[in-house]
């Protein structure tokens, strides 16, 4: 029923304006890529991945660290995908590989009606402001234990636990991620 919904949002908003950003914003494991690509598959839409946008080594200073959100590069987001979006012309992103620690070939993103940016941290109060529709994922922490396990082996399993689940949940209560959202579902949804 929450999904028809979402997709009458979208339906009712492709309608009535030339162009729709979506926000996929949640805990890590409860289904956001899932979701992007059900929509990829419905609507034909960009998917712009937050996990282009962490930092780079060398701008992982103590204090950016310190930011509920600051692991991501919302500025670089904002610049190079958000404001070329928001102008209707076609433009190329260079997307960070968190695996090689290196900056990737760049990225080429045609106009298209449907936008989705999908990640934790798409909601960033730096970001927030662009959506015309908002989502948030969460996930039963069991059922997220488990799913990460199974990500790479379970090699970032206690990297997940001890730093990145908790610097999730410092973002989200700072900024109430989830009371900002349109839609919030529990763990995946599919099309």
């Not at 309608?15 to 996929?24: G, R």
């Not at 928001?86 to 260079?94: A, I, K, L, R, S």
């Not at 936008?115 to 908002?134: C, F």
């Not at 730093?163 to 009371?179: L, N, T, V």
Request: charged residues 25%; negative net charge.
């Amino acid at each position: 029923m929450k999904m028809e919904a979402l997709c009458r949002r979208i339906d009712e908003l492709l309608a009535c304006q030339p162009q729709v950003l979506v926000a996929i914003d949640g805990d890590c494991g409860s289904g956001k890529t899932t979701l992007a690509e059900d929509m990829q598959a419905r609507y034909d839409c960009n998917i712009l991945p937050m996990d282009h946008f962490f930092l780079r080594p060398e701008q992982r200073m103590p204090s950016r660290l310190a930011e509920p959100g600051g692991n991501v590069d919302y500025e670089r987001f904002l610049a190079e995908v958000l404001i070329p979006l928001q102008g209707g012309e076609p433009f190329d992103y260079q997307p960070f590989d968190c695996r090689t620690g290196q900056m990737g070939e760049a990225v080429s993103v045609p106009v298209r009606p449907l936008n989705v940016m999908e990640g934790s941290y798409s909601l960033h109060p730096t970001l927030s402001a662009a959506y015309h529709v908002k989502v948030f994922l969460t996930i039963d922490p069991a059922e997220q234990l488990r799913r990460l396990a199974l990500r790479d082996g379970g090699r970032l399993l206690e990297r997940f636990q001890e730093e990145w689940i908790p610097m999730e949940k410092r973002y989200f209560e700072q900024f109430d991620i989830a009371g900002q959202c349109d839609f919030v579902f529990s763990c995946v949804c599919v099309f």
